[in-house]
């Protein structure tokens, strides 16, 4: 194959690689309060990032949004909606995350969120500690 025709199929692998990400774009993640709705089709694009946090019990845990924020949203929500342009609604910001506790609980519990896969044993817990935490009045 002649350097014409490879450098021509490179730029075409290039802008066919450019096209399939562009669900990751800064200006495609902004998403309003509504996402909660079920209605996150860009999100279920984005694979999921599991960071492996260390084994807790939850038991063991004060029921306060640090915990939630290091325990439950870093680990199961992050992806999505941590950082300056993530999905609405903001869960690395107490001010976001407090206000929304009830629809997001309800999101999580109806099976809205995350859209990745059935909940296993261990982010059950996580969902019982994050539904304490916001029967408890969702605190800092």
């Not at 325990?71 to 999905?87: L, M, P, T």
Request: contains cysteine; glycine residues 6%.
């Amino acid at each position: 194959m002649s350097l014409p025709i490879r450098l021509l199929a490179l730029a075409a692998i290039g802008a066919l690689l450019a096209v399939a990400c562009t669900h990751t774009a800064p200006t495609a993640r902004v998403r309003h309060p509504a996402s909660l709705d079920g209605a996150y089709e860009a999100c279920e694009q984005i694979p999921e990032v599991m960071y492996e946090a260390p084994r807790v019990n939850y038991g063991t845990l004060t029921r306060s949004y640090a915990n939630v924020r290091d325990h439950v949203f870093k680990q199961h929500c992050s992806s999505c909606h941590f950082g300056a342009e993530a999905y609405a609604p903001r869960l690395d910001l107490y001010e976001t995350a407090s206000a929304q506790a009830g629809e997001i609980l309800r999101a999580v519990e109806g099976g809205t969120m995350p859209p990745s896969a059935p909940l296993t044993q261990r982010q059950a817990e996580a969902v019982a500690f994050l539904r304490s935490w916001v029967a408890e009045g969702a605190s800092r």
